[in-house]
C-alpha cells in the first residue's frame, strides 16, 4: 500500500498480516461503529460486487462471493440480524415471489384497458 489509498474496510486480521510481512510498512488505522461503519460495509459491498463481475475464472469467482457472502454476514450482524434470521426471509421471499435464477427482466408495466 502507498500513501494513495484510501480508507476501506477490510477483514479483521490484514493490519497483523501487513505488519508481519517484514516489508516495515507503516500502517494507520482505525476502528469505526455505528453509522460510518454502515457506509463502509455498503462501500464494501460495492467493491466485492464489482470484483465477482471482473472475476476471470471459477476459483476467482469463488473467492469473490465468499467475500461477499462475509461481507452481507457481518453487515447483517451490525444491524442485530442474525445469518438465520436472513435465510429465513430468503426462504420465505422464494416461496412467495421466486428467486433471480430465470433471468427475468421486467421492462415495464402498461395500464389495462
Excluded: C
Excluded at 508481519?20 to 461503519?37: A, C, D, F, M, S
Amino acid at each position: 500500500m502507498d500513501e494513495k489509498t484510501k480508507p476501506k474496510l477490510v477483514r479483521n486480521l490484514i493490519p497483523q498480516i501487513i505488519s508481519n510481512n517484514g516489508q516495515g510498512e507503516v500502517l494507520i488505522i482505525r476502528k469505526i461503529t455505528g453509522h460510518l461503519l454502515q457506509v463502509y460495509f455498503y462501500g464494501k459491498y460495492v467493491e466485492e460486487g464489482s470484483e465477482i463481475w471482473n472475476a476471470n475464472t471459477r476459483e476467482k469467482k469463488l473467492a469473490e462471493f465468499a467475500d461477499t457472502a462475509q461481507v452481507l454476514r457481518d453487515w447483517s450482524l451490525s444491524n442485530d440480524i442474525t445469518p438465520e434470521e436472513v435465510e429465513v426471509y430468503r426462504v420465505r421471499k422464494e416461496k412467495e415471489r421466486g428467486g433471480f435464477s430465470q433471468g427475468i427482466i421486467l421492462d415495464s408495466v402498461q395500464k389495462g384497458p
